[in-house]
């Protein structure tokens, strides 16, 4: 495996996945792990992270020195070069010029981790520091117009550094130099598989499993889909489904994952249909955290009753995916920071007694999504878009009804389903209507009107953190804009959503 030490760089992850993408197992862990502890888990490589920090600061986050005596190949991109550097007897300073965005580089040495790279190459840069100058042992490898030492490599050990990014997909060629930094430096044979992630985790799980009887929350999204497959192929009869209707889910969604779910996996499912105790406990509540709450609540309540009913269930299964776990500060090297406590990590209460098995705890989404295409799962389970566990709550804005919450599924079936006509589902991430408190007038025929009006909402996103508005064609938004208008009863305008996140979020509640 590769170590990938976290300087509270928000590319961390991405550059964890790059190297995945390589077939090289990789981990994310914080930037104080010491030396001993490296040398246990025994790396074949290093990678440095870049920050928000500068070296020369007081209180930047330091790696230990030591770990460049374990004669272990290590990376250092950005920050993390600068430390290096640093730590090795270069100097570090402010850049003449702070450079944000593409750059034009010169490779000075095309051989090594330049290997297959053209001479003049483009490279994205985002630093306000540099290096300025190198130790002796210290040679440069590329430069740019305003930074001398865009990349270095020790002259006698295994040591690199970048000041620019590989793992955006500004850097064309960011996938060769790390690459040629795991395949030659690192002697990495790129044979991690998700393949046999899937083969070797559904081994364990028997092993963990035995006899005993396992539960399985299911949404119908990709995760809780991915994790029944799993279990469903480990221990097919031991396990049951819960999937708990809280009557916030969109047109046809029950339906939809009970067809797919008996079809798919043919094991005991329990639908728990939750449709009034939620709309009760939602009644006369406008402020959107307070919603959310009261769904939390009902949502554990209506779980624990069906799982109480399940005799003899020792184990729970949940969907936690790599970033939840990283983010939580939940993993045992991990990074400490806790960014946000994410609802998945630790989920339903510790006090029911069930062991957790989280069997995608290791993996990205698009990891998820391709062991979920080599499970057998179909395309619309894999590729569909997430969506939030309040559900329609969320985008019924102010006080939620059922009498709202069935225009609103009226109205979105048309959007979503206009999206998948154009050809567009795939390419956008989310694509949803909200139902917003406001009427306006209108004339349809010869009679005034006084409806409601409705956003469109659809996004392209990584990673959900930062977000564009979809450019969808006039064309779309015309037909979306028609059909709802004639078909919704209730509605009588309709918006498009142009804003991105930040400062925006994707939902409006
Ligand atoms: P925002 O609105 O924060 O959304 O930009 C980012 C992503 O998170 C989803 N989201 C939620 N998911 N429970 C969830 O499970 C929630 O309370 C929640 N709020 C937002 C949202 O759909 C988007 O994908």
Known sequence: RVLVLDFGSQYAQLIARRVREQNVY?????????????????????????????VYAQGAPLCDPKLFELGIPVLGICYGMQLMCQALGGKVDSAPAREYGRAECDIVEADGLFAGVPKQTQVWMSHGDQVAGIS??????????TCPYAAVKHKRLPFFGLQFHPEVTHTPEGSTVLRNFLHGACGAEGTWKLGDFAAETIERIRQEVGNDRVICGLSGGVDSSVVAAMLAKAIGPQLSCILVDNGLLRQAEEEAVVAEFTQHFKTDLHVVKGEERFLTALAGVTDPQEKRRRIGHTFIDCFVDEAKKIKGAKFLAQGTLYPDVIESGAAPDGPADTIKLHHNVGGLPAE?????IEPLRDLFKDEVRRLGLQLGLPEEIVWRHPFPGPGLAVRCLGEVTREKLDTLRA????????????????????A????LPVQSVGVMGDSRTYDNALAVRCVNTDDFMTADWSHLPYEVLARISTRVINEVK?????????????????EWE
């Open 26 to 54: 990789c981990e994310i862990v914080r930037h104080s792990i010491t030396a001993e502890r490296v040398r246990e888990l025994a790396p074949i490589g290093i990678i440095l992270s870049g920050g928000p920090s500068s």
């Open 136 to 145: 002796n042992d210290f040679t440069p490898l590329a430069k740019t117009s």
């Open 352 to 356: 029911l007694g069930f062991e957790l």
């Open 411 to 430: 109205a979105d079936a048309i959007v979503v389903g206009e999206i998948k006509a154009a050809g567009l589902y795939r390419s956008t991430s989310q």
């Open 432 to 435: 949803f209507a909200v139902l």
């Open 490 to 506: 209730g509605v009588n305008r309709v918006v498009y959503d142009i804003s991105s996140k930040p400062p925006a979020t994707i």
